[in-house]
């Protein structure tokens, strides 16, 4: 059973289990294969550097779909497509984006509070997140950390420079509240919910996969961000049959 009323009111939700350890597991190896594929680049934002301290690293890939079929059947997989439509409140989910994120072992970068919102705004608010964990995320692995009822203050001003963050001072990481989670587990959020991550200080990589996900009648204000996806239906119909 999905926790909505939960969700709607601390505008986030940690599903537990959602996939097997086993399958978890192979799609972590999936994310990796991919990874070493790809041209390496490190998208880690100016201002997560100053966070940290230090050197640290990224690792990522867009839409990761179209490098491996494995995660174009996971993200129409009715365990996630389901939990998704129930926490939007519509029967039909469509695709924004995907990303692969691993925060390599002992020096994985941090991400400063932000909201999603910010980065793509659109007309309603049904538009979330969910952060599959391919391995265990706990607090020393920068594990992603919430501040809970914070997607009901709309879209906040944000920072530009350093990767368009929420100001540090009024917005401390350590604020939030860690959500630690364990390889198969999927954390959903929605794109108005203010979250970061810290840095990974463990010996093992830190592996997810985010899925943007939203309402097909919740339209863009802005053409501001393109994914090679962005329009799939996972689940239900585009009532308005548009082209995105």
């Known amino acids: 059973m999905v926790d909505v009323g939960f969700y709607r009111e601390n505008g986030y939700l940690l599903v537990k289990g959602l996939l097997g350890k086993g399958e978890a597991a192979a799609y972590r190896d999936e994310c990796h294969g991919v990874l070493g594929r790809l041209r390496k680049t490190d998208p880690t934002w100016g201002s997560a550097r100053g966070l940290a301290g230090g050197p640290t690293e990224l690792r990522h890939c867009h839409d990761a779909q179209f490098y491996s079929a ?39 970068s941090p991400f400063p509070m932000h909201q999603d919102a910010a980065h793509f705004p659109h007309a309603t608010d049904a538009v979330g997140a969910a952060i599959f964990h391919f391995d265990d995320a706990p607090e020393e692995k920068g594990c992603v950390r919430v501040m809970p009822g914070s997607h009901k203050r ?44 810290g840095i990974n200080s463990a010996d093992e990589a830190r592996t997810t996969w985010l899925v943007q996900f939203r309402d097909p009648e919740a339209l863009p204000v802005d053409d501001v961000h393109r994914s090679r996806g962005q329009g799939m239906m996972l689940r239900g119909i585009d009532p308005a049959m548009r082209l995105t």
């Open 70 to 108: 494995a995660f174009a059947k996971l993200m129409v997989d009715p365990r996630f497509t389901d939990v998704a439509a129930a926490v939007l409140g519509t029967e039909n989910v469509q695709l924004h984006h995907t990303k692969i994120f691993v925060k390599p072992a002992e020096k994985g």
């Open 154 to 197: 709309g879209i906040l001003p944000h920072v530009e420079e350093g990767g368009w963050h929420l100001p540090l001072d009024e917005w401390p990481l350590e604020a939030a509240v860690p959500i630690e989670a364990e390889a198969g587990d999927v954390l959903l959020f929605s794109y108005l919910t203010v979250h970061g991550s």
